[in-house]
């Protein structure tokens, strides 16, 4: 078995050249099989990790939420684990990952169409905001406060998303402020979506919110920091392990961080299907 690391080379300011130093350092040190592979685009960790398919390794997504899910789609349905060296602007799904005890962890997958993702997919102002980042990057925001000017910016610019949804054999129509589908607790660079979600546990916990004033959902904003939006009226929460969406026209909603452009959207989760490799010291030595 080897430890295979496919870094992201813009993530965590690119310091790559480092992360990279410590990774061989600390494998030579403890005699592990290892190699290095970095990525120069989009879909390349996907493409990387399908060249180990017929292999059993511990495959390491060394970059943020977007960088986990490109190795994901490339382990699934392999024998090979996912490792985590958690370097993005977000790192959601880790910040999850964590509070579980060090080991190898059976962890549920959704599934999006023909995509699979780990944390969250969402609908609504909260996608806008997560999809807005790029363009904060663009305006040369600062890594600390790129999801501060997202969310401003977001709400400026805000028009409210018509989705017609079937879960639980009930079908539901109409303006939504948002719709999240949750494996991971947290979204949005920990912002505490789902406080309760477990990632072994088959389901989902899913959320969707009302049609919203803007004055009301900055006071939801607020509250969803802290975890604390499940008591508002205008949230509503379910388990589900399956959900439809579907959509008048194109929307791009946001998976694990990332842009999807669709207008059906069938989404299930699947109980316990890969092995995650949970090992916070080695994090810590990694990234330090």
Known sequence: MKWVFVINRVAGNCKYKNIASNIIKYCNNKDIDFVIH?????????AISLKYKKEKNIIFAVGGDGTVNEVLNGIVNTKNI????????????????????????????????DMYFLNTICFGVDADVANNIDLMKIKGIPTSKLYVASI??????????????????????????????????????????????????GFFDTYY??????????????????????????VHKMLVNNIIVKTD??????????????????IKIIKKFILVYNNKSLVKELLK
């Open 38 to 46: 970095y990525t120069r685009c989009a879909g390349e960790a996907t």
């Open 152 to 201: 401003v910016h977001s709400l400026l610019k805000f028009k409210f998303k018509r989705l017609n949804f079937r879960v639980n054999d009930i079908d539901m129509s109409g303006e939504f402020t948002t719709l999240v589908v949750c494996n991971g607790r947290f979204y949005g660079n920990g912002f505490k979506i789902s406080p309760n979600a477990k990632i072994d546990d």
């Open 249 to 266: 026209r194109n929307v791009v909603a946001n998976v694990d961080g990332e842009k999807y452009l669709n207008n059906v959207f069938k």
């Open 82 to 113: 996912l490792g985590v060296l958690p370097v993005g602007s977000g790192n959601d799904f880790y910040k999850t990952l964590k509070m579980y005890p060090d080991g190898m962890i059976k962890c549920d997958v959704g599934k999006i169409n």
């Open 209 to 234: 919110v009302d049609k919203l004033s803007k004055v009301n959902l900055i006071g939801l904003l607020v509250k969803l920091k802290n975890g604390f939006h499940e008591n508002s009226p205008f």
